[in-house]
C-alpha cells in the first residue's frame, strides 16, 4: 500500500525557483482570512519557510477548496528523496482587550482603553478582560510569500 501524504497538503512543486505547496482548504469558507505557515524539508538539508495570509477562494468544481504558498529554499531541493511538510493553517483575528473601568467589587461598566497618561507599569495580577474589539484580518500585504528565507546565507553577530 503506497504511503498515504497528509491530506490538507496535496502537492508540493518546484517552480521558479521557489517551492510552491497546494494546502486543501475545504474546512473554511469562502472569504475567511487563513494564515498558513510552516517548513517543507528534505534530508540533505535543504528546508523552505513559509507564512501566507490569504483569503480563501471560492471552490473549485469538484467541490474541492485550495490555497497555494511559497518559498524559496535555503538549498536545492533533490529528486528521489522525500518532502516532509509541517504546516499549521488557521483563521487570523485582532482582539483588543481594555481594563475595566470600576473599582473591585462594583459592576463593570465597560472598557477603558488607554489614554495620553496611562504610563504606569502593570503590577502583578493586573488584567485586560474586557473585550473592545475584534476584528479579522486581511491577506497579507506583499511581501509574506516573498520573503527570502535567511537559508544558509544568515549571519550572526560575533561570527556564528
Do not use: C
Not at 487563513?34 to 523552505?48: K, L, M, P, R
Request: aromatic residues 8%; hydrophobic residues 35%.
Amino acid at each position: 500500500m503506497p504511503l498515504m501524504s497528509n491530506p490538507y497538503v496535496t502537492n508540493v512543486a518546484f517552480i521558479s525557483n521557489q517551492i510552491v505547496l497546494t494546502v486543501e482548504v475545504d474546512e473554511y469558507a469562502p472569504g475567511d482570512t487563513v494564515e498558513i505557515s510552516g517548513t517543507a524539508t528534505q534530508t540533505n538539508g535543504a528546508f523552505a519557510v513559509f507564512n501566507a495570509i490569504q483569503r480563501v477562494p471560492a471552490p473549485n468544481p469538484d467541490g474541492k477548496t485550495y490555497m497555494y504558498v511559497k518559498a524559496p529554499p535555503s538549498e536545492d531541493f533533490k529528486k528521489g528523496h522525500a518532502v516532509t511538510v509541517v504546516l499549521r493553517a488557521g483563521r487570523v483575528w485582532t482582539t483588543v482587550l481594555g481594563e475595566e473601568q470600576s473599582e473591585p467589587g462594583s459592576p463593570p461598566r465597560g472598557p477603558r482603553l488607554p489614554s495620553s497618561g496611562g504610563d504606569a507599569s502593570a503590577e502583578d495580577g493586573h488584567a485586560w478582560s474586557v473585550v473592545a474589539k475584534v476584528t479579522y484580518a486581511g491577506p497579507s500585504s506583499a511581501g509574506n510569500d516573498g520573503q527570502t528565507s535567511a537559508g544558509s546565507e544568515a549571519r550572526f553577530p560575533g561570527g556564528i
